[in-house]
């Protein structure tokens, strides 16, 4: 399933009846498993519908770097994220990814 960031936004937790789904690196995961970390009120509510990949590369939680602009990090910060991807992939279920 391919979801534009505006499609993806719709799927952030704030309907009950919608999965809620993250994105990194463009791939989208449906992490409704992990409401109580994703949903509303949860830690990580505000990457839910999103692509996060720049906030968990930076293990950051400022609303600007909820985004999947991937300039300027570093090598350790691109280990982390694909650290992010490992444990997404063996968690969550891929639905689909991000196209603009």
């Known amino acids: 399933m391919d979801l534009t960031p505006q499609q993806l936004s719709q799927f952030n937790g704030s309907e009950p009846s919608k999965p809620i789904y993250l994105a990194i690196n463009g791939r989208v995961y449906d ?3 992990g409401k109580s970390f994703y949903g509303p009120g949860g830690d990580y509510a505000l990457f ?3 692509d996060a990949s720049r906030a968990l590369a930076k293990m950051s939680k400022n609303e600007e770097d909820v985004c999947p602009n991937l300039d300027g990090l570093s090598e350790k910060e691109m280990g982390v994220l694909n650290d992010w991807v490992k444990k997404f992939e ?3 279920p891929v ?3 991000v196209v603009s």
């Open 95 to 97: 639905v689909g990814r």
């Open 31 to 33: 992490v409704t498993a």
């Open 48 to 50: 839910a519908g999103k």
């Open 90 to 92: 063996a968690k969550y």
